[in-house]
Each structure stands twice: as structure tokens, then as C-alpha cells.
């Protein structure tokens, strides 16, 4: 591809890369995105349903939603995008930043992904301290603490903190990084869509991969309005090549 040429001759003096991904990266292996046009739920928005407010309004619903995701998910493959950036791993230093809660890119061998919005197979107790990881279908809706409270999915939902750790440590990866590649995310959401800036500030290299254009376009150095699956195996080959 030709736009990458840009970058080819640089690739010999990045030694850390950080990739942002959203849901645009797990699209072509079957999950929805969130915004446009495949966004809704049964005609639930989406932005609607991921806050702690409509949880407790109508639990139940909540969990219909994210029974239906977990289903999709668990059968659901790593695609070319995802490969190519695990693949990457054996060239250079790579840490995924996602918000996805898929696992589709430690499904692809990924080993250093920072999970920014949580994860489908975690879930914990509205009220007590309970946790545990469930990789099986729940057919209790809503499923019970021991405590006798509801459980809920254990993701980030609008109005709520990101896990602090994880916080931490995703924005210095992102503030050491010499590349960063922000894929298939609107960047409308944060603090997620504040890591370019870190980037930005240690004067990293700046790639977007998405068909659309997002607020931070053009602030790239180089924007791939491609699928993913597409334009990240010809990213990586670069890389391959040195
Ligand atoms: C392709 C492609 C292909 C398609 N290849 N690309 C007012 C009140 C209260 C809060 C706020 C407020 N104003 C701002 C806030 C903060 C709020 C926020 O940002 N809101 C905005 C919507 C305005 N953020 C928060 O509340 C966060 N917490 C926080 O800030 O804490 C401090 C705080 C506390 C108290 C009050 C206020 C602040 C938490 C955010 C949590 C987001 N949670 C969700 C659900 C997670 C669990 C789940 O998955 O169910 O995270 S919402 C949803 O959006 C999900 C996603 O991770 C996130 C981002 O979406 P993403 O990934 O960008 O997807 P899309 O669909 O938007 O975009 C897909 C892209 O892919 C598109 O660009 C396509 O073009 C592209 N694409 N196909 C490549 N094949
Ligand atoms: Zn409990």
C-alpha cells in the first residue's frame, strides 16, 4: 500500500509501539460497534443501556443485553486486524490499549492488552466485594450474589471510573510510545479518547485506521480509511521486512 511508504523508512527507530483500539477492530469477526448504523439493540441505544442508571432501573434487560453479547463474543474470532498485531510481538514492543471486552486480542495472542472498559467474562456484586470470571452462559437473569444483591456485568459504564491501575498504566504506555496506532474507535468516549495526546506529547508517530473520519484525523500524521483487517497486516509488514 502505498501510503505506508510514508512510514517505511522510519520503522527502523520505533522500538515501542501502543495500539488504541475500539470496536470498529472486532467488527469483521461479528460483534457490533456501538454508534451508527449497526449500533442498536432492539431498538435500544446503546449509549443508554452501558450506564449504572439503566442497570438499576431494569436489571433484567441489562443482562438480556449483555447475554446476547456474550454469546456472540464467546463464538466469536480474532480476525486479521487482531493477528497482525499480536504477530507484531516478535519485532518490536507492543501494548494494546482497548476498549473492547471482547478478549479477541488475547484471543490472538496478544500478551501485553490493558483492558481500559473492563471485560464479558468478569463479573461482580453491585454491593459487596464479590468478583468471578464466568467463560459459560448465565441462565439466572438477573444472576444473585450470595449477599442476596444483584450482579452485574463487571465493565465501565458511563459515569463510572476506570479501574485506577489500569488507568495508570495506560496512560504512560501511552506517554513512552514512539508509534501509536488508534484503530477502529470514534474517540468519542474518555478518558480513553485523551491517550493520542499523550502520545502526541512525546512527539510519537500518529497512525489512525478507520473507514471514517474521528475528531483526532487530523491530528495524524497518516490516516488509513481502511477496515482493520485490511490495513493492519500491511502495517505490520513494514515491520516484518527490517
Ligand atoms: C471500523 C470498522 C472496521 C467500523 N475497521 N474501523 C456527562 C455526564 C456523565 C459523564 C460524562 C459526561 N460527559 C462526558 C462524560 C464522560 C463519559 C463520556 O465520555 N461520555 C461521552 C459519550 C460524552 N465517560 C465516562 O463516563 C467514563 N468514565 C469517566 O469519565 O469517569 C470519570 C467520571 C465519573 C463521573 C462522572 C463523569 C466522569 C466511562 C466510559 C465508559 C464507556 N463504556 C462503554 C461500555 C463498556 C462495556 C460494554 O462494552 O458494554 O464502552 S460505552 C462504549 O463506548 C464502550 C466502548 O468501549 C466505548 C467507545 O466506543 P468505540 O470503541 O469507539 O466504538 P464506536 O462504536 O463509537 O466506534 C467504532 C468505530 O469503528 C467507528 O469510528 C467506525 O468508523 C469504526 N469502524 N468498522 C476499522 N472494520
Ligand atoms: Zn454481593
Redesign the pocket.
Known sequence: MKMFELIKDQTKNIKKIVFVT????S??SGIS????KD?LWRNHDPMKL?TINAFYDNPKLIWEWYNERRKNIFQAHANQGHRAIAELEKYVQVVVLT???DGLHQKAGSSKVLEL??SIVKIKCSVCDFKDEIQTEISENPPLCKCGNVLRPD????????SQNVWQKAMIFASECDLMVV?????????ANTLPIYAQQNNAIMIE????N?EMSSEMDLVIKD???VALPELISLFQRN
Do not use: D, K, Y
Open positions: 475500539g470496536a470498529g477492530i467488527q469483521e460497534t456501538f454508534r451508527g449500533g452501558a476498549q473492547n471486552i472498559h473492563g465493565v465501565v459504564w458511563f459515569g463510572e471510573s476506570l484503530v477502529g474507535t470514534s474517540l468519542v468516549v474518555s478518558p485506521i478507520n473507514p471514517e474521528t477496515s482493520s483487517a
